[in-house]
């Protein structure tokens, strides 16, 4: 699909690490007199330390040991500076032994021809060791550049994850760019009419503009360079697109400087613009657009679930119920069997449609990304009995079991969707499992974690069922027309699980042999430490 | 109670929310006055002087938080709240803010009858009646300090009894967790809610039948803890 693009984006990550080179380890030669004169001076001063430390030892302790020490200077000057000033600290190392240690002393003659081959040697190793540690540490600085690089683009794809709207995406983007490239970053948004979305940020020349228009208009325009003279500076332009459609186009701001200047900043600017074009269609920009306005749809969605359907049908519900209450309560009514049980049904029946209500909230709720958890300490078996009350009568033709386990440890999570959760995994329970059969809710604990299960003696789970659950709506065709469902519960189930940094589990010894639900949560590990004094 | 007839304001927009209200609190002996929306409902409750105010939270006019804002500037009379789905953060601050307690929609006269008489009976408990609070089996004598279940003495620590009297003088009525912890402990721990969680626990084993099925002493998720008046068996 993105078969042009690639092409140019192979090519780009095959040079890359020669780009990369090329401009973070240009030789110290073309590097500006300002940066080159404080490091060579630096690395002197360490020679001169040396020297002063060496004339101050050889008074107390005649020795040998002026090469080696003056070995320390260099590949200081290596690791922190760079070769041209370990370079210079080997010179200057080699003629301060000379001058300062062979004699004769204070002169740069040299008698004896061993002393002479001896400085040779010293300067042959002192040069080859300043090599590999200016090498060294060339590698251990584009590895730093790397791990930024790498940084910077695990921070823009989490972020666009959590992209809402089409604007929240473009700010991503731009966000992105400015601090991979550190200069101003522009990406224009391609609308459907060949149109894109103006940008707000900061002023955009008007030729700019005009490029980009046609840009997105014709796919043949990948790049683009602008010089703009009222601002002095120049633009780079580079269209993102896949093979048939132009998703937008990035423009960079270069700046104004010296034509050499210009010209590196150019390069590292293309370099980099390869690899966010690339990164952009990895990230499938275009999928990424979709789920943003799908999103944005679910949104609007769950707004207006949680206004009308919340509302709006449980005002009715509520005058229902009620008045079915009251009914209830007449004596006419209790006392007689018959009667009670209708106005009963009224009750259950509406229970059971607040829940379908509460289930659609819900997965509004979750569809719109929109589950924060309202973290809590919470004691699992209050969350065990409110989940099991709630559904009491729903339950009432199945045995329930409850059992916890001695001090289950106390969680830190949001009791509300735990609740609602484990309350899923009930319903699901009595639903797929016969009438009159055994469902057992256990708390314990179990390796620092609590783990809430919900087991039955139902029609279990195959494997390829097993393999699709958690799928939004997924519904076993085995059940199909026989037992009633949305497919919702599980998929809430773990999403509010997940959460609060918890798991479902689900498993089964087979087809007709029941199901387990297991829900995980980390404990508290605190807690068992946390002693009250009976006071 | 102390009254004979308890009077009571309904302030719903929904007609037939307040037919039903009307028809179940007259059935159990409650005089009743309706209003429709926070104006009226706010002038009633200053000329009728009602006993219990029962106030929905969607008003057409004004929310009803700040209608219980309002109430509560100049009167201490019970409220409790009405409302369709609302936060658990929403009905601690509803708590704070000083309504007696919440029933959330739709839900059945039974609890609403249940909230509004032990409202009533905190509201009206006069020094003549007996300082003993019962809820089944359980009975808390808040001027001995001493604590009885099925008629035998239950030895509790300072914390179990202030957490005991708290919810007992609350008998009924839903007690935030902010309340207790503020109430119970000093310091650092008033906001540790673990504290709280334990001694909860610890209290349970001691007044519930089953401690892992608690009659008496409920959960409110996410908000607070319930001295039940009249525990189901």
């Known amino acids: 699909m993105f078969g042009q693009l690639a092409n140019v984006g192979t090519a780009a990550a095959g040079n890359k690490k020669q780009v990369g080179s090329r401009f973070d380890e240009e030789p110290p030669a073309r590097r500006s007199l300002t940066a080159l004169v404080p490091a060579l001076l630096k690395s002197l001063a360490c020679v001169c330390i040396a020297t002063a430390l060496l004339l101050a030892l050889d008074r107390v302790l005649p020795s040998n040991l002026f090469t080696i020490v003056y070995l320390i200077p260099v590949v200081i000057a290596a690791t922190r500076w760079g070769t041209w000033p370990a370079v210079a600290a080997a010179l200057a190392g080699t003629a301060a032994v000379d001058f300062f240690f062979l004699p004769p002393v204070y002169t740069f003659n040299i008698d004896d021809p061993q002393d002479a081959i001896h400085l040779l040697l010293f300067l042959f190793v002192a040069i080859v060791s300043s090599n590999l540690a200016s090498r060294l540490r060339n590698e251990k600085e584009a590895l730093r550049q790397r791990e930024t690089e790498l940084q910077y683009l695990y921070e823009f794809s989490r972020r666009l994850a959590a992209c809402f709207t089409i604007p929240d995406l473009i700010a991503a983007i731009q966000n992105y760019l400015t601090q991979t490239l550190g200069q101003q970053a522009v990406f224009f948004v391609a609308k459907a009419d060949e149109q894109f979305e103006t940008p707000n940020v900061g002023a955009v020349p008007g030729e700019v503009e005009e490029r980009v228009a046609s840009m997105i208009a014709n796919i043949d325009l990948p790049a683009y360079t602008i010089f703009d003279q009222s601002t002095n500076s120049i633009w780079l332009l580079r269209a993102v697109h896949s093979e048939a459609t132009v998703y937008g186009v990035i423009a960079v701001n270069i700046g104004a400087g010296s034509a050499a200047a210009i010209q590196t900043r150019t390069g590292r600017v293309e370099a980099i613009l390869e690899e966010a074009s690339l990164t952009l269609q990895r990230l499938d920009i275009g999928k990424a657009m979709d789920e943003a306005k799908l999103q944005l749809q679910a949104q609007l969605l769950k707004d207006a679930l949680h206004g009308m359907l919340s509302h709006e049908l449980r005002s009715p519900l509520a005058a229902i119920q009620g008045s079915a209450s009251v009914l209830g309560t007449a004596p006419a009514i209790r006392e007689d069997e018959r009667l009670r049980s209708l106005t009963e049904a009224i009750t259950d029946e509406v229970q059971k449609l607040d829940g379908f209500i509460q289930n659609l909230v819900n997965a509004a709720r979750v569809t719109a990304n929109n589950v924060e958890p309202r973290r809590e300490w919470a004691d699992p078996k209050d969350i065990v009995n409110a989940a099991v009350k709630l559904r009491l009568r729903r339950l009432a033709e199945h045995r329930v079991r409850i059992s916890f386990d001695h001090d289950v440890p106390l969680i830190n999570v949001d009791s509300a969707l735990i609740e609602e959760s484990l309350g899923q995994l009930l319903d699901n329970a009595a639903k797929y499992s016969p009438s009159g059969s055994v469902i057992s809710v256990v708390a314990r604990a179990e390796s620092g974690q609590v783990v809430l299960s919900v087991s039955d003696q139902g029609v279990g789970i195959t494997r390829d069922e097993q393999n699709q659950l958690g799928r939004r709506s997924f519904r076993s065709q085995r059940h199909l027309g026989t037992i009633p469902g949305s497919g919702l519960g599980f998929w809430i189930a773990s999403t509010f699980v997940r959460a609060n940094d918890g798991a479902i589990e689900i498993s089964s010894r087979g087809e007709g042999l029941g199901t387990t639900a297991s829900i995980t949560l980390p404990a508290s590990s605190e807690v068992s430490n946390l002693t009250l004094a009976n006071e | ?233």
């Open chain 2, 1 to 233: 109670m102390s009254k004979s007839v308890n009077v009571v304001l309904v302030i719903d927009d929904e007609p037939k929310i307040r037919r039903f209200l009307r028809a179940g609190y007259e059935l159990h002996g409650f005089e009743v006055h309706e209003a429709e929306n926070a104006t009226e409902g706010l002038k009633v409750a200053t000329f009728n002087a009602p006993d219990l105010i029962v106030l929905d939270l969607d008003l057409p006019d004004l929310h009803g938080g700040e209608v219980l804002e309002r109430i509560r500037s100049w009167s201490n009379v019970p409220i409790i709240i009405l409302s369709v789905e609302s936060s658990e953060e929403q009905k601690v601050r509803l708590l704070t803010l000083g309504a007696d307690d919440y029933v959330v929609k739709p839900f059945g006269m039974a609890e609403l009858l249940a909230r509004s008489e032990a409202a009533l009976r905190r509201y009206f408990k006069s020094a003549t009646e007996s300082s003993v609070v019962v809820a089944g089996p359980l009975s808390v004598d808040l001027v001995t300090r001493s604590v009885s279940l099925n008629s035998h003495q239950v030895r509790l620590t300072r914390k179990e009894y202030r957490l005991m009297h708290i919810l007992a003088t609350h008998v009924g009525l839903v007690v935030t967790h902010d309340q207790l912890l503020k109430e119970i402990w000093t310091g650092n721990q008033r906001d540790n809610i673990q504290y709280l969680r334990i001694l909860v626990r610890k209290l349970r084993q001691k007044i519930e039948a089953d401690p892992n099925d608690p009659r008496l002493l409920i959960t409110e998720s996410g908000v607070g803890y319930r001295l039940q008046a009249r525990p189901e068996t």
